[in-house]
């Protein structure tokens, strides 16, 4: 008997055939190709997860499968690449920069001491319409979602992205083509849309009742906009991995389906239609972020597939999750949003049963404890390669704090969105109302303020690594069918080139690598060899811009600290704040009291490398027998095998033994 079932277990596929999975593994390969291209160059591992699980998935052989597979990827894949070759020429239908009348209405927003970074749309300039958004920021604390406002200002177009990863990805994939610096401007009207005026009016009545910090927090749970919460706190709510809570997740709109649903229990299978329809208004409340659109749209297949008496297949469920999102918005592929909303989803599909029954089999091991701690150790596994490649760490913290966070958040969120909610219908009770949400956020500010969450991953990138971790944790999953013997070699040899990758990734054991990053400010370039770790930075690059670089490619203390700027005194603030052993400029100003050390020279001998000012922002290295030159602003002096210039912001390349190539 248990021969017969091993030999039907051998003619089983290694993946089942499901439609909409193949489907969407389709057409995020032909967006994410499209970008690849656009952006940053297509390399051949590119293409090594989407053929292992298409080979995977074609065995057992037979012309059925092939053909239903093959077509699933290739008329999605097109699709996808279609979306996407679209979405970057539309980017690029932008009026040349110029001075404009504009107007257009306020649909995101963050106040600031005196001023509000605020995001249009709906916009005209000189009273012609134009496509996209623009960001600006407005010299006044008073506008708010839904105001219509005009102003004359220089309009500067937003050129694509340099590489699929910086500030400039945010503007690509958000629609903003253009911005404006700070400006003056009138109120000209109102919006006809009434969710973004009730945006606004929620904000002024925690605003008013709430007081800052709590009132930001609130904001922020309830709609995702944490743009205006204190930077410290916000710094340890990242480094305790929590941050998920003010993203509007999946999870928001989960628990107020869950709690409708559970309102209107007695309607029976009825009470899907209130729960569907209050999750809509919330996902549209909250500008259709992509993990709110996610979850609805996974909400909605639950319900139906429990109103017809059917079993629910959730990774299916994520599948066309996917491809509905993707195909009315290609670019939301390049939103951390997206990556850590599905990869969560997935980590719970191909992990959380198999974890679970593990654990149940622990005796006395409680049965909801079990489950809940599979589901959120799944979740932490797939999303590690993700938050690492998107923000440069991940925390240790995670686990154990979203093991007391997630159960708590039903109470946190649905308290502050029915007191909100009730203070918007009746305001003059706002102040009583609001009061046991305040004393909620209160306690939650208060912890964040007084615990260290800096315990975290830092310092380094995983590159083609985190491919082969994805694919490692697929040959694990339950639902990619191998024998324990084939498994375990498989495993075993991924696991060997894991630890290949990484440390080729990030180790520099001959000659010297150089890395490139540029924001619309500043550009900055880091130099890594085995005697010395030196960062050259222009004057416009900022402290955090500087440590979100660091943290994908060093986390020790720099060596040095090279400041290239006409005005040096705006580059050493940026400089001082960063682990470094020292800070070099070329020609002296006042520093005044300062920990790190500022030495002025023309020429520094550092690691078998010199450096030389030849201005106060132009630097040439030596080593290695090349000459490269670093001059963020574009002047090119004669004699230098390799220049760098902002344009080269996400390169990467090597040299020795006078040769230098593109990595």
């Not at 506008?143 to 400039?168: C, E, H, Q, W």
């Not at 209130?274 to 500008?287: D, G, H, I, K």
């Not at 159960?407 to 009746?426: K, Q």
């Not at 402290?543 to 979100?548: L, P, Q």
Request: hydrophobic fraction near 50%; glycine fraction near 10%.
């Amino acid at each position: 008997m248990q021969q017969e079932e091993g030999e039907k277990q051998k003619k089983l596929p290694r993946i089942n055939f499901r439609v909409f999975l193949f489907c969407a593994l389709g057409l995020v390969f032909g967006i994410f190709l499209c970008y690849r291209i656009t952006f940053g160059g297509i390399v051949p591992s590119d293409f090594c997860l989407l053929a292992i699980l298409l080979a995977a998935g074609l065995v057992p052989f037979s012309k059925w499968r092939l053909c239903a597979i093959l077509l699933c990827v290739a008329v999605f894949a097109g699709a996808g690449y279609l979306g996407a070759f679209l979405s970057v020429r539309r980017y690029q239908s932008v009026k040349e920069s110029g001075r404009y009348a504009v107007e257009g209405t306020v649909v995101s927003f963050t106040v600031q001491k005196g001023y509000t970074s605020a995001v249009l749309s709906d916009l005209s300039f000189d009273g012609e319409n134009v496509g996209g958004k623009l960001s600006v920021s407005l010299n006044s604390e008073d506008a708010r979602p839904g105001d219509i406002v005009y102003f004359t200002a220089n309009v500067t177009a937003n050129g694509l992205p340099m590489s699929a990863k910086g500030d400039s990805e945010y503007q690509f994939y958000s629609d903003i083509r253009y911005h404006v610096s700070s400006v003056d401007y009138k109120k000209v009207g109102t919006s006809k849309n009434v969710f973004l005026r009730l945006n606004g009016r929620l904000y002024d009545t925690l605003t008013d009742h709430m007081g800052g910090v709590q009132a930001e927090i609130a904001y922020a749970l309830l709609t995702g906009n944490s743009g205006g919460i204190d930077t410290g706190l916000i710094t340890e709510v990242r480094a305790g991995g929590v941050a998920h809570i003010f993203a509007v997740s999946g999870l928001h709109i989960g628990i107020l389906f869950s709690a409708v649903l559970l309102l209107f229990k007695p309607l029976g299978r009825k009470a899907y239609f209130p729960a569907a329809a209050l999750a809509l208004l919330y996902t549209v409340f909250c500008s259709f972020t992509v993990s709110s659109v996610r979850a609805l749209i996974m909400c909605l297949i639950l319900g139906g597939y429990r109103n017809l008496g059917r079993k629910y297949d959730f990774l299916q469920s994520v599948s066309l999750a996917a491809i509905a999102v993707l195909l009315v918005r290609p670019a939301d592929w390049l939103s951390s949003g997206f990556r850590l909303s599905f990869g969560a989803c997935l980590g719970l599909a191909l992990f959380a049963g198999s974890l679970s029954r593990l654990l149940k089999k622990i005796p006395h091991f409680p049965r909801f404890l079990s489950e809940y701690l599979s589901a959120n150790l799944s979740v932490q596994l797939f999303t590690f390669p993700i938050l690492l490649e998107q923000f440069g760490f991940f925390s240790l913290w995670g686990f154990l704090l979203n093991l007391v966070l997630i159960p708590a958040l039903p109470l946190l969120f649905l308290t502050v969105l029915l007191c909100s909610a009730l203070s918007l219908i009746i305001p003059p009770a706002a102040g009583v109302l609001l009061l046991a949400p305040k004393g909620l956020l209160s306690l939650f500010a208060w912890v964040f303020s007084i615990a260290d969450f800096s315990f975290v991953l830092t310092g380094f990138s995983l590159g083609m690594g985190g491919v082969i971790y994805l694919i490692a944790l697929c040959l694990l999953s339950e639902r990619f069918r191998m024998g324990r013997l084939l498994r375990t070699g498989t495993l075993v040899l991924l696991a060997c080139v894991f630890a290949l990758s990484v440390a080729n990734e990030n180790a520099v054991i001959s000659g010297g690598r150089v890395y490139v990053s540029a924001t619309d400010d500043g550009a900055a370039a880091l130099i890594r060899t085995p005697q010395a770790n030196v960062l050259v930075i222009d004057g416009g690059m900022r402290t955090r811009d500087c440590e979100a670089m660091l943290s994908h490619r060093y986390g020790g203390t720099l060596d040095a600290v090279f400041v290239l700027s006409e005005n040096g005194q705006d580059g050493l603030n940026h400089a001082m704040p960063l682990d470094t052993e020292r800070i070099y400029l070329k020609e002296e100003i006042p520093t005044g009291l300062r920990d790190t050390p500022v030495v002025f020279s023309d020429c520094v001998e550092l690691g078998g490398m010199t450096f030389r000012f030849a201005s106060r922002d132009v630097l040439t290295l030596t080593a290695e027998g090349v000459v490269i030159c670093f001059s963020f602003q574009k002047t090119e002096p004669v004699g230098a095998d390799f220049f760098v210039d902002s344009s080269c912001g996400g390169l990467k390349f090597s040299f020795a033994h006078g040769i230098i190539k593109t990595l």
